[in-house]
């Protein structure tokens, strides 16, 4: 037997060698898609339950400390894991640290008081859209406890953290 007639090519399998070639050199060579690392967001530890002033809730507003509450309805929540809602240039910042009830009454984060909130000129109907966002948001966030007026007014929660309840605190 003639071996090099064996090994005879022709013109299509030069080509196609060729092809083979290219498409192996393009899967050694080419350019990687950047490897997308998904870093889930640190949480922070469950808050003790507590009842706070509006004094120290005003604290919890994501830029004096990384935790942020919120108040409804005298209900206090732990939204940091809302961080990026609630956070510094989030679009409900404005809410951090506050008593959020009027803002999410009437749906505009401005309406939200630097002090004592008295709420009794809301309408019915404001009242309910504030219950609404009290139902949801404690869907979503532990409550961390109530709003007080005194250091008087404060309950004892012997050392418990605080949980998502829907009920109460
Ligand atoms: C143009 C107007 C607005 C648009 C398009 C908008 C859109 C949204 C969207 C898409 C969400 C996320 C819902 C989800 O988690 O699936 C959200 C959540 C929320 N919005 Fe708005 N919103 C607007 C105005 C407002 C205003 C004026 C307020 C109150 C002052 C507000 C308060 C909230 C709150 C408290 C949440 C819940 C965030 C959380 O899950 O912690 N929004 N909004």
């Not at 498409?23 to 490897?35: D, N, Q, V």
């Not at 506050?98 to 803002?103: E, K, L, P, S, V």
Request: charged share 30%; no cysteine.
């Amino acid at each position: 037997m003639d071996l090099s007639s064996y090994f005879e090519l022709s013109y299509w399998d030069y080509v196609g060698i060729f092809i083979i070639l290219l498409i192996t050199l393009y899967y050694l060579f080419a350019p990687k898609a950047p490897e997308i690392k998904y870093e889930p967001k640190p949480q922070l530890e469950r808050m003790p339950k507590q009842d706070m002033t509006l004094e120290e809730l005003r604290q919890y507003d994501g830029v004096e400390s990384k935790r942020i509450l919120m108040a409804i309805n005298g209900r206090i929540f732990d939204i940091s894991r809302g961080s990026d809602f609630y956070g510094p240039g989030g679009p409900y910042e404005k809410l951090a640290g506050h008593d959020a009830t009027r803002a999410l009454a009437k749906m505009d984060a401005k309406m939200v008081k630097e002090e004592k909130d008295d709420i009794s000129d809301l309408t019915p109907s404001e009242k309910d859209e504030a219950k609404e966002w009290e139902m949801t948001i404690s869907s979503k966030y532990p409550t961390v406890g109530k709003l007080v007026d005194r250091e008087e007014d404060k309950s004892d929660y012997s050392g418990a953290l605080s949980e998502i309840t829907l009920s109460g605190y």
